[in-house]
């Protein structure tokens, strides 16, 4: 079955550096690879999607870049601040189906 | 615009009552599902559709039913609630087209508590 894995411990991050999240995935090739932001209490909000044959997106201090050899993607926050600390989600597919898989997801924070 | 909308927020149930989560969304979008969020579980997908009078399962849908018969409103059932069943529910819409390529927009969830 398909699985995602994201990194479940906490990520603390000193402002202004950037953070790096990770996001490795099995057992197949999705076309697509969602990204979204959650705050305590509320539903996710969607940030990025970057498709298979780009190697790399950005917008505004995201980043995020998608490797289908390592079957990894890595999102980046850039002169992080405070404000950035949620849960981060990844997402995909199953190719020709409409199931969306998350991951478990990884909280940021960020210290002042 | 409303987006994406969901009743109650908060429900405590007991075990082997039954009640309809209510989602609905002003976007036009023919594509809704609903999920469950556990700790250290993430989201996982319970019911889809991609439009009125079209649902398919998920990942995990026993005890659960849904109906779509408006491309606004998609209900979630839960027939005979398990204190398994306790969990926060998350509905999401999105535009239907090559499966991934378009985002979710997603309710403010329901707390749903089953004692």
């Known amino acids: 079955s398909q699985k995602i894995e994201q990194n479940s411990e906490a990520l603390n991050i000193q402002e202004g550096k950037t953070a790096t999240l990770t996001c490795n995935y099995t057992n197949y090739s999705p076309a697509y690879l969602q990204w979204y932001r959650q705050d305590p209490g509320r539903g996710p909000v969607f940030l990025l999607l970057i498709r298979e044959n780009e190697k790399e997106k950005r917008k505004e201090r995201l980043k995020v870049t998608f490797d289908t050899t390592l079957k990894q993607s890595l999102f980046h926050i850039t002169a992080s601040q405070p404000a950035d600390s949620a849960t981060y989600l990844c997402a995909l597919d199953e190719v020709g189906t409409y199931k969306y898989i998350f991951g478990t997801g990884t909280r940021l924070k960020v210290l002042a | 615009n409303a987006g994406v909308t969901q009743t109650p927020k908060f429900q405590v149930l007991k075990t082997g009552q039954s009640m309809t989560l209510q989602c609905a969304q002003d976007?036009?979008?023919?594509?809704m599902s609903w999920y469950r969020q556990d700790p250290g579980m993430g989201l996982r997908l319970i019911h889809y559709s991609v439009g009125a009078g079209i649902t398919d399962q998920g990942e995990v849908p026993n005890g659960y039913n849904v109906s779509r018969s408006t491309t606004e409103d998609f209900p979630l059932r839960l027939l005979s609630a398990a204190p398994s069943q306790t969990s926060v529910y998350f509905c999401a819409s999105s535009m239907t087209g090559t499966s991934g390529r378009y985002e979710q927009y997603f309710g403010p969830g329901t707390r749903l508590t089953v004692t």
């Open positions: 976007m036009n979008h023919e594509y």
